[in-house]
């Protein structure tokens, strides 16, 4: 298959949908219900299409009845079917297999499809109809342990007002095996004034930052809200785009919820009532569910919501623990930002995955054959200093730098001849690469692993000089670039994890070329 091949044809059908109505599957005929004739013209599929939680037999097929997106939706109220095909081949003559998914407004429309009986480490294509509307085509592919090679995505960070999504475009056209995004698929705050502005950063320097577009409304809190947020972000075609082309892995960091919450604990307290955040929080898990090609909704028990979000995906020599650091974390420490540590968070009770998470993880690690180990995660493992030895040091404290307790804990499972492990991981704004030490700090114990982190999407990153000019003090970082946006291609062999670090040129540009920064190879540092 041509790596451009699914792109086109998504893009094509992204710009006119074809009114052909398929009515015979393998030689049967299928009723197809009209429902709605695309409803006074409009188009019903305009978020696209999208696949995830891959498994070598299964997985999951989204779409969302969206004819007017940023306005909940625009359908009527009541059931609608959409008809769903996979096939085996892109130009979806040869069907594997299809039906009939039923959805409501409570579910905002959206569509998920648990797709089984596949054979592992294949593609396959998807379409879905409603009425005579297609939607566009869409490409997925299995899991397999048994894949020589994996081709890894990773993505984070992708502020809607910050900067357009080039990263996408060219991330489609390098078509991944799977897209692992750990966190901030939409930004919860509201509107910024368009245009660019000089922003002091430090140092008697200041720096170029810019509003490209803008957000729908003013700071989200309800569920109405979160839809058409989402919706916002999902109306980029570029993003549509990287969703069709491959199975997405997914998981929450913070600004899909609130700034810097933690647990049950939002960013601003004095703000917000105990009662007030956990409605918030299950109003944001639940818009997230429906935009998402995840397997369970969230739930609500005693009014505490809850989405499974930590889960473990094998490709090939990679086998890929997805952590959830946000809902079972003790809160920040010592007033959370950027500052010494105090005693509150030395404490060993503090805990960044919550016991049984934190369980499961060990669990995992230490049972898993796989050449390489990786810990896909919202904040950085690696620690990163802000002042000079050999004053103690000043780090951020919504990374695992303010859980100390809990990143030894792992560090110790990780030193314990657990294969290759690697960290992908996203949050704060800047590309990195490092070599990870037992002791944070202390290159002479043993070194447990990597972590590798992609530039953002499109998020901006204001405190990158304070990094820069505290690159010498962190020389167990290899790579630091926080001046550009862009993702990481991550390719596993059975002795190897390559990183190629691509960057956006001009991320105020959605045609801007993207070009690779540099490559680094685990075996090499």
Same mark, same amino acid.
């Given at each position: 298959?041509?790596?451009a091949?699914?792109?086109?044809?998504?893009?094509?059908?992204?710009?006119?949908?074809?009114?052909?109505?398929?009515?015979?599957?393998?030689?049967?005929?299928?009723?197809?219900?009209?429902?709605?004739?695309?409803?006074n013209?409009?188009?019903?599929?305009?978020?696209?299409?999208?696949?995830?939680?891959?498994?070598?037999?299964?997985?999951?097929?989204?779409?969302?009845?969206?004819?007017?997106?940023?306005?909940?939706?625009?359908?009527?109220?009541?059931?609608?079917?959409?008809?769903?095909?996979?096939c085996?081949d892109?130009?979806m003559?040869?069907?594997?297999?299809?039906?009939?998914?039923?959805?409501?407004?409570?579910?905002?429309?959206?569509?998920?499809?648990?797709?089984e009986?596949?054979r592992p480490?294949?593609?396959?294509?998807?379409?879905?109809?409603?009425?005579?509307?297609?939607s566009?085509?869409g490409r997925?592919?299995?899991?397999?342990?048994?894949?020589d090679?994996?081709?890894?995505?990773?993505?984070?960070?992708?502020?809607?007002?910050?900067?357009h999504?080039?990263?996408?475009?060219?991330?489609a056209?390098?078509?991944? =095996?799977?897209?692992?995004?750990?966190? %901030?698929?939409?930004?919860?705050? &509201?509107?910024? #004034? *368009?245009g660019?502005?000089?922003? $002091?950063?430090?140092?008697?320097?200041?720096?170029l930052?810019?509003?490209v577009?803008?957000?729908?409304?003013?700071e989200?809190?309800?569920?109405?809200?979160?839809?058409?947020?989402?919706?916002?972000?999902?109306?980029?075609?570029h993003?549509?785009?990287?969703?069709?082309?491959?199975?997405?892995?997914?998981?929450?960091?913070?600004?899909?919820?609130?700034?810097?919450?933690?647990?049950?604990?939002?960013?601003?307290?004095?703000?917000?009532?105990?009662?007030e955040?956990?409605?918030?929080?299950?109003?944001?898990?639940?818009?997230?569910?429906?935009h998402?090609?995840?397997?369970?909704?969230?739930?609500?028990?005693?009014?505490?919501?809850a989405?499974?979000?930590?889960?473990?995906?094998?490709?090939?020599?990679?086998?890929?623990h997805?952590? =959830?650091?946000?809902?079972?974390?003790? %809160?920040?420490?010592?007033?959370? &930002?950027?500052? #010494? *540590?105090?005693?509150?968070a030395? $404490?060993?009770?503090?805990?960044?995955l919550?016991?049984?998470?934190?369980?499961?993880?060990?669990?995992e690690?230490?049972?898993?054959s796989?050449?390489?180990?990786?810990i896909?995660?919202?904040?950085?493992?690696?620690p990163?200093?802000?002042?000079?030895?050999?004053d103690?040091?000043?780090?951020?404290?919504?990374?695992?730098?303010?859980?100390?307790?809990?990143?030894?804990?792992?560090?110790?499972?990780?030193?314990?001849?657990v294969?290759?492990?690697?960290?992908?991981?996203?949050?704060?704004?800047?590309?990195?690469?490092?070599?990870?030490?037992?002791?944070?700090?202390?290159?002479?114990?043993?070194?447990?692993?990597?972590?590798?982190?992609?530039?953002?999407?499109?998020?901006?990153?204001?405190?990158?000089?304070?990094?820069?000019?505290?690159r010498?003090?962190n020389?167990?970082?290899?790579?630091?670039?926080?001046?550009?946006?862009?993702? *990481?291609?991550?390719?596993?062999?059975?002795?190897n994890?390559?990183?190629?670090?691509?960057v956006?040129?001009?991320?105020?540009?959605?045609?801007?070329?993207?070009?690779t920064d540099t490559?680094?190879?685990?075996k090499?540092?």
């Open positions: 298959m041509s790596a091949t699914p792109l086109r044809v998504w893009m094509e059908g992204l710009s006119m949908f074809s009114r052909r109505l398929f009515l015979a599957s393998s030689g049967a005929a299928l009723w197809v219900p009209k429902l709605a004739n695309a409803q013209g409009k188009q019903h599929f305009t978020l696209g299409v999208a696949s995830g939680s891959p498994r070598p037999s299964s997985v999951i097929l989204w779409t969302r009845l969206a004819p007017n997106p940023l306005q909940g939706g625009g359908m009527p109220s009541g059931v609608a079917q959409v008809r769903y095909r996979v085996t892109e130009e003559r040869k069907t594997l297999m299809d039906g009939i998914a039923t959805t409501a407004e409570d579910k905002a429309h959206s569509v998920h499809v648990r797709i009986g596949l480490g294949r593609e396959y294509f998807y379409q879905f109809y409603y009425g005579d509307e297609e566009p085509v997925t592919r299995t899991s397999s342990p048994d894949d090679s994996a081709k890894i995505a990773l993505a984070y960070c992708q502020h809607y007002e910050s900067g999504y080039a990263a996408y475009r060219d991330l056209e390098w078509v991944p =095996d799977c897209v692992v995004h750990i966190g %901030d698929y939409i930004y919860e705050g &509201g509107i910024s #004034p *368009l660019a502005r000089m922003r $002091d950063v430090g140092g008697g320097e200041r720096r930052f810019e509003t577009r803008q957000h729908n409304s003013d989200i809190t309800t569920l109405w809200d979160y839809r058409n947020r989402y919706a916002l972000y999902r109306s980029d075609p993003l549509q785009a990287a969703h069709a082309i491959a199975p997405w892995i997914v998981a929450m960091d913070d600004h899909e919820v609130d700034n810097n919450w933690a647990s049950n604990t939002p960013q601003d307290p004095e703000k917000q009532t105990q009662l955040f956990q409605v918030r929080k299950y109003a944001a898990f639940k818009a997230y569910y429906e998402m090609p995840i397997e369970e909704p969230p739930t609500l028990r005693d009014m505490r919501p989405l499974k979000v930590y889960n473990k995906y094998v490709f090939g020599p990679a086998q890929i997805l952590l =959830d650091t946000r809902q079972f974390r003790s %809160d920040q420490p010592c007033g959370d &930002g950027r500052k #010494p *540590l105090c005693s509150d030395t $404490d060993p009770a503090r805990t960044m919550g016991a049984e998470q934190e369980a499961w993880l060990s669990r690690l230490k049972q898993s796989s050449a390489f180990n990786v896909a995660t919202q904040t950085w493992f690696t990163y200093r802000y002042n000079a030895p050999p103690g040091p000043v780090t951020n404290l919504d990374s695992w730098d303010g859980y100390p307790a809990a990143r030894n804990r792992l560090s110790s499972v990780l030193a314990n001849d294969s290759n492990p690697v960290f992908l991981t996203g949050d704060w704004h800047t590309a990195m690469a490092s070599t990870l030490y037992e002791k944070p700090f202390d290159p002479t114990s043993k070194r447990i692993g990597h972590e590798l982190v992609g530039g953002p999407i499109s998020s901006g990153c204001p405190w990158a000089r304070d990094m820069e000019v505290m010498s003090a020389p167990h970082v290899s790579h630091l670039n926080g001046q550009q946006r862009g993702y *990481l291609r991550a390719t596993f062999t059975s002795d994890c390559h990183g190629e670090f691509r956006v040129e001009d991320a105020g540009r959605a045609n801007s070329p993207v070009f490559e680094i190879r685990t090499d540092i």
